[in-house]
Nanobody, 126 residues
Framework: QVQLVESGGGLVQAGGSLRLSCAAS????????MAWFRQAPGKEREFVAA???????YYPDSVKGRFTISRDNAKNTVYLQMSTLKPEDTAVYYC????????????????????WGQGTQVTVSS
């Protein structure tokens, strides 16, 4: 079992930055792909970023160049650095984990992830 706890959300003005953290406990993250998703009011949960345990990262076009996912396997922690934030980035952000067999595997659909945090609210004001 993996337990995930997010932190770092808050209110920020458009153009600002925030860094989210996801602390994992229960198991080492070494063989897990880690990801961030977000869900805005009235919308479906969407993929934001993924980091394989081999070191590769993936982003959708909506956040590419603005968001950076990183992982510190020694600290069992995953981060999401968000820059140049826009009001449309407002959402609850969730950390997710999925155990994988390959260091290059990653998923961009929520159904593939079996472990989730409780979410942290990010609000970007215009």
């Amino acid at each position: 079992q993996v337990q995930l706890v997010e932190s770092g959300g808050g209110l920020v003005q458009a153009g600002g930055s925030l860094r989210l953290s996801c602390a994992a406990s229960g198991r080492t993250l070494r063989t897990y792909v880690m990801a961030w998703f977000r869900q805005a009011p009235g919308k479906e949960r969407e993929f934001v970023a993924a980091a394989t345990w081999g070191g590769s990262t993936y982003y959708p076009d909506s956040v590419k160049g603005r968001f950076t996912i990183s992982r510190d396997n020694a600290k069992n922690t995953v981060y999401l650095q968000m820059s140049t934030l826009k009001p449309e980035d407002t959402a609850v952000y969730y950390c997710a984990a999925a155990r994988v067999a390959s260091s290059s595997s990653y998923y961009y659909t929520e159904q593939q992830y079996g472990y989730w945090g409780q979410g942290t609210q990010v609000t970007v004001s215009s």
